[in-house]
Each structure stands twice: as C-alpha cells, then as structure tokens.
C-alpha cells in the first residue's frame, strides 16, 4: 500500500501561487494513477486533478487553467502547482491514489494528514 505525506500548503494572497507536493513510499507513483481532492470547511471533499499511468491529467472545472498536476518519477513525488488562487481554493488539500471505474476516478487507501492552503488577503 502506498503511503502519502503531503506539503507546502500555507498562507497567500489572492492571485498569488503555491505549490503542493506530495511524497510517496510503498509504490511507485509512475505506476499508478493519483489524484489530489481538497475539503473546505463544511463541505465535502472534493476531486480537484488526477494524473495517470501514462501522464495524463483531468481537472475540476474549478481549477481547469489555473491548477497543474504533474510527477517526478525519481523523487517518487506527486505535485500541484496553484496558480491565480481564489479564497474560495482555501482548503485542506490532500493527494491519494485513485482507479479509474468507468470513466469516474475514485480514492483507494488511507487519507494523508493533507495540507492546508489558505487564500486570504
């Protein structure tokens, strides 16, 4: 089972940038698809990107040309880059992997900790 640790949540103005980052063990995460979902307060998680095997990606309409999902194959890291952030991104963030069921992506495995992303001026 692959084991998660997620980083580089903080504190930043709207229209500025962070970076997540998402470090694995146990698997290989070129091997497998990853996703990363995010949780505001009172609300349900939701699927913010995915990447696949073979690099592919998928977007929330929400983040769709601001948000980039990407990998480093010899760090074994997932990442998310979070370009032109809105206060309503403000969110606990969290990677996790994921299959593919019919089109749809679910989450397989433990949740993280997460990494929180606050967008406040």
């Known amino acids: 089972q692959v084991q998660l640790v997620e980083s580089g949540g903080g504190l930043v103005q709207p229209g500025g940038s962070l970076r997540l980052s998402c470090a694995a063990s146990?698997?290989?995460?070129?091997?497998?698809?990853m996703g990363w979902y995010r949780q505001a307060p009172g609300k349900q998680r939701e699927l913010v990107a995915t990447?696949?095997?073979?690099?592919?990606?998928n977007y929330a309409d929400s983040v769709k040309g601001r948000f980039t999902i990407s990998r480093d194959n010899a760090k074994n890291t997932v990442y998310l880059q979070m370009d032109s952030l809105k206060p309503e991104d403000t969110a606990a963030y969290y990677c996790?992997?994921?299959?593919?069921?019919?089109?749809?992506?679910?989450?397989?495995?433990?949740w993280g900790q997460g990494t929180q992303v606050t967008v406040s001026s």
């Open positions: 990447i696949n095997s073979g690099g592919g990606t």
């Open positions: 146990g698997s290989m995460v070129s091997d497998i698809a």
């Open positions: 996790i992997r994921v299959i593919n069921i019919a089109g749809t992506p679910y989450p397989i495995g433990s």
